[in-house]
């Protein structure tokens, strides 16, 4: 198969793009043969070297790639409900690596048919994990109630896009967004399911007085702090991801409970496969917001032999949505 390599730490320039024997499913798995591998900011982190030591995180030379859709190449022992030539995307949490590659092996219970959905496979790649993350954050952390109000900081990136869609599935009676000064032309020509995509900069100002119920912060930094100003009372911060790079950025904890608010954390990738039996209604409410339309992600496609290419964008904050490498 063809693989795009880290051949180890460091810039975009790491990758290669290689030939590596064909990836054979074992017990509970599946093999795919891959049509779109989705590029995720975690790929960029990962690659930088910034979880290096993390345990259960790859060591080069690997293979990167989360999220796959494509058709099922084969079977391995024990696997019901699959047939091979099934169109099926797979969700966040694998566990596993090896998405940027023409063969993917994945456990079977972190995939799902995309048969009968009318969902592409670019789509599915590009938007249905991450409304899978959504919905078990806004649903199992965020405990969001029909009525409640939502604020999802970094509106456009590919996480924060599916948020919108689930949480209108969910009952929610407003979604704003929010986004740097820069982005703002991008986000009104955005097709997601926002009432108002506003500058996350002076952000209770931004918001004209709003409060929220429930805040989607992927993005961390001094925003997670002004945060706190636009919550309701029994307001719910979830904490996802930290896209400002601000790693130093530190919160003070008293306006928590003068005000009655919660932040929580929600990840993924260690999540799922402690909890297995949860990816099959996720990715079932996933696929509804979907194929509503309701997640509607501005996608680019690059070959698998531009994946540095695809980590530069990512790293440089051109991207707007989604970026998919082809094998
Ligand atoms: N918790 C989980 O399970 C989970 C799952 C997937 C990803 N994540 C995390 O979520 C975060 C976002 O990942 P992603 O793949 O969605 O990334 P992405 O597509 O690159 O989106 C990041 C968004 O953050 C916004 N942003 C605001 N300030 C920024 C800054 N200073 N630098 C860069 N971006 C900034 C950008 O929008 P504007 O510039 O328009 O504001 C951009 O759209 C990452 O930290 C990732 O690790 C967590």
């Known amino acids: 198969m063809h693989a795009a ?3 180890r730490f460091g810039d975009p320039g790491v ?3 290689t030939e590596l024997p064909d990836p054979v499913p074992g017990p509970g798995q599946v093999a795919i043969d891959v049509s779109h591998a989705a590029v995720g900011l975690i790929d960029v982190y990962i690659r930088q070297g910034l979880y290096k030591d993390r345990q259960g995180l790859p060591q080069p030379p690997y293979v990167p790639g989360l999220e796959v859709a494509g058709t099922i190449r084969a079977l391995g022992e024990g696997v019901e409900g699959f047939r091979v030539g099934e169109p099926v995307v797979t969700l966040s949490g694998t566990g ?5 590659a023409s063969v993917s092996v994945v456990d079977a219970a972190m995939t799902a048919s995309l048969e009968g959905t009318g969902v592409d496979p670019a789509l599915a790649a590009a938007a249905v994990p991450n409304a899978a993350t959504a919905y078990l954050a806004l649903t199992g952390v965020a405990h969001l109630q029909p009525g409640e109000r939502v604020l999802v900081h970094g509106a456009l990136g590919g996480l924060a896009s599916a948020f919108p869609g689930v949480a209108r599935t969910l009952g929610a009676a407003g979604v704003v967004g929010t986004v740097l000064r820069a982005s703002l ?3 009104q020509a955005s097709a997601l399911p926002y009432d108002d995509v506003v500058a996350s900069e002076d952000l ?6 709003q409060r929220f119920d429930v805040v989607v912060d992927p993005v961390g930094g001094q925003l997670r702090t002004d945060t706190l100003q636009v919550m309701a009372p029994m307001g719910r911060m979830l904490l996802v991801g930290n896209a400002s790079g601000d790693w130093q950025h530190t919160v003070q904890t008293n306006a928590l409970w003068r005000d ?3 932040m929580v954390g929600f990840a ?3 999540y799922l496969p402690a909890h297995p039996e949860q990816a099959r209604p996720a ?3 996933a696929l509804k917001a979907v194929s509503q339309g309701l997640v509607g992600i501005r996608t680019q496609t690059l070959p698998l032999a531009e994946a540095a290419e695809a980590h530069r964008r990512i790293e440089n904050g051109t991207v707007g949505g989604r970026i998919l490498l082809t094998p």
């Open 204 to 209: 209770a100002e931004s918001v004209g007085g």
């Open 283 to 285: 990715a079932q409410a």
């Open 260 to 262: 009655n608010l919660a």
């Open 15 to 17: 990758f290669e793009l």
């Open 268 to 270: 993924v990738g260690s």
């Open 96 to 100: 596993a690596e090896g998405g940027y």
């Open 185 to 187: 032309a991008n986000a």
């Open 5 to 7: 390599v880290v051949t």
